[in-house]
C-alpha cells in the first residue's frame, strides 16, 4: 500500500512538472498511454517511466542547373611610374557572356546554411577600344579592335547563418569566397583619331592583337532574404560586399612581343588590391513539390589599384612597374530549374 502511495506521490509532482516546464527532461505515462516497462512483472508498477523525445536535427534544401546571359566592361588605365599622368586606356566593352552553372543550398536546422555556385562560359562580340595619350605619345592615338575568343569561369562559396526562418520568409548573414577568371582578346587595329604611326594603314581583323586574362580572388560579406509569395511564387535576394579583392592578370600585346630593342619578353603581368560588390535577385515558381523553375538578374563589379610589371619583360631597356587601375563589371539575366530535397535527418543519406 505504502508503496502505491509514494508511486502515486511521483506521478503527480512528475505530471506537475512537465506542464510547468517546456523543456523537461522527463515524464512519467501511465499504463494506456504505451507498452509496459519490459524489466517491471505485470501487477508490480501502475505507472512507467517514460526519456522525452529530443528534437530531431534536420537539412534540407535545392540544387539545379542555370543559364546566364551577361554583358559588361572590363578596363584599365595605366599611368607612368610616378603615376602622375595618365599613359594609356583599354576598354573591352559591349561583350556577351554564355554561361552554364550548377548551383545549390543546404539549410540545418540549427539556422547553419551552405550556398554556392560555379559556371563556364564564352565571351562573344564586343571590341577593344586602345588609348594613348601625350606626353608619351603625341598626337593622340585611338584605335578599335573586334573582341574574339573570350571566357568566364567564376566560383562562389557561402557560409551563412538564418536570423529567422518561418515558413514564409527567412533572413540570413553569410560570409564566402568569389572567383573570377576572364580573358578577352583583341583582333584587327583601326586608327580613329588623328596620330599616324599606331596602326597605320589597319590590321587585318583576322589578326590577334592583345589577349588579356585576368584572375580575381575576392572575400564575401552580405546577407540574403526569402520571400514566399504564395503557395508557388518565392522571391529571393542576395547581396554581398567584398572588402578584399586580390587580382592577378597578364597582358600579352602580340604583336610587340619580339627580340629587338624595346620589344616585350612575352606577357606582362599585373596584379592589384581593391573592393567590389554583387546583388543578385530570383522570381522562382513551384512545378511540383520537388521541382523549381525560375529567372533572375545579376550584377558585379570589382575595382582595385596595383602594378604592370615591365621590369625584366623589355628587351635591351631597364624599366619599372607602372601603376595600373581595373575595373570589371558583369551584369546580365537567367534561367534556372532545380530540384528540391528534404528535409533529411542529419546523418542520412538519400
Known amino acids: 500500500m505504502a508503496r502505491r502511495i509514494l508511486a502515486a506521490l511521483f506521478l503527480t509532482a512528475a505530471w506537475l512538472l512537465a506542464a510547468t516546464t517546456a523543456n523537461a527532461a522527463d515524464w512519467l505515462r501511465g499504463p494506456a498511454d504505451g507498452p509496459r516497462w519490459p524489466n517491471i512483472p505485470p501487477g508490480q508498477a501502475a505507472w512507467q517511466y517514460f526519456a522525452p523525445q529530443s528534437t530531431l536535427s534536420t537539412y534540407d534544401g535545392e540544387f539545379g542547373l542555370r543559364y546566364w ?24 566593352d559591349d561583350f556577351n557572356g554564355h554561361s552554364g552553372e550548377i548551383f545549390g543550398r543546404t539549410d540545418f536546422t540549427g539556422g547553419f546554411f551552405l550556398k554556392g555556385y560555379a559556371g563556364l562560359g564564352i565571351v562573344a562580340g564586343g571590341g577593344l577600344n586602345d588609348e594613348d595619350f601625350p606626353p608619351v605619345i603625341s598626337p593622340y592615338s585611338s584605335t578599335l579592335s573586334d573582341q574574339k575568343n573570350g571566357h568566364l569561369a567564376y566560383l562562389t562559396f557561402d557560409a551563412g547563418l538564418n536570423l529567422f526562418r518561418t515558413p514564409n520568409a527567412r533572413l540570413g548573414v553569410f560570409a564566402g569566397y568569389h572567383f573570377l577568371d576572364e580573358k578577352v582578346s583583341a583582333f584587327g587595329c583601326t586608327q580613329i583619331a588623328t596620330n599616324p604611326s599606331v596602326c597605320a594603314g589597319g590590321i587585318s581583323y583576322s589578326t590577334i592583337v592583345i589577349t588579356q586574362a585576368n584572375r580575381w580572388h575576392a572575400l564575401r560579406v552580405g546577407g540574403d532574404v526569402e520571400l514566399r509569395l504564395s503557395d508557388r511564387w518565392k522571391l529571393s535576394a542576395d547581396a554581398a560586399y567584398l572588402p578584399y579583392v586580390r587580382l592577378g592578370g597578364a597582358d600579352s600585346h602580340w604583336l610587340r612581343i619580339g627580340t629587338d630593342v624595346g620589344d616585350f619578353t612575352g606577357s606582362i603581368p599585373e596584379d592589384g588590391k581593391g573592393h567590389g560588390y554583387q546583388i543578385e535577385a530570383a522570381l522562382s515558381y513551384d512545378v511540383s513539390k520537388n521541382i523549381t523553375i525560375g529567372i533572375g538578374g545579376r550584377y558585379w563589379r570589382i575595382q582595385t589599384k596595383g602594378d604592370t610589371h615591365f621590369e625584366n619583360h623589355v628587351v635591351g631597356t ?33
Do not use: C, I
Open 69 to 92: 546571359y551577361s554583358w559588361g566592361t572590363t578596363a584599365k588605365d595605366l599611368f607612368n611610374t610616378t603615376g602622375a599622368f595618365l599613359v594609356s586606356r583599354l576598354t573591352y
Open 318 to 350: 631597364t624599366a619599372f612597374p607602372q601603376p595600373v587601375h581595373w575595373k570589371t563589371e558583369n551584369m546580365g539575366v537567367f534561367v534556372q530549374g532545380a530540384f528540391k530535397f528534404g528535409p533529411y535527418p542529419t546523418g542520412s543519406q538519400f
